[in-house]
């Protein structure tokens, strides 16, 4: 049962809602792992939306960063997403990137040690020009990093382009 796919691509590419049907296809009661927090009313309203869109038949856990106190043995979940979860450590290692990165990639090998099928939904930020901002592009080469580790592991990595999936391994 155990299985790693990533699922990545820009902005409102349909990375999620590609997500969610894969992982409705897997099983009829997964668990979708929220990992964002809520930073102001526009964006908290913007999670509730998703969270009606889901339905009954998900199990919903919001987790910043601690994906590994969660015990998912034999359930299919989906992370939603890499990017948000980065970012929680990315500000609380004051946007140290050889800390967050290390802190990640370990949180993420303990998670995944689990017995279960595991559905990383994440950005490609890094395939547009080069920030001005010097905070930004430290998050955009730790994102990149960061995918590159997970994409290693992956047994399917998906690239979304416009709504449209290409699997570009497995």
Known sequence: MKQ???????ARSGKSKYAERLALTLSPT??????????????????????ADR?????????DKELSRHQVEDRVVLIDCVTLWCTNFFFDLEADTDKTLEAVKQEFDRFVTQNATFI???NEIGMGATSENAIQRKFTDLQGWV???????????????AGIPLVVKG
């Open 55 to 63: 339905g009954p038949e998900w199990t919903n856990i919001e987790e």
């Open 120 to 122: 990383f939904v994440t």
């Open 147 to 161: 995918n590159q580790y997970i994409a290693a592991k992956a047994d399917k990595v998906v690239l979304m382009v």
């Open 4 to 10: 790693l796919i990533l699922i990545t691509g820009g």
């Open 30 to 51: 997964p668990i979708y792992l929220a990992t964002s927090r809520i930073w102001d009313e526009e964006f908290h309203q913007r999670v509730l939306r998703h969270q």
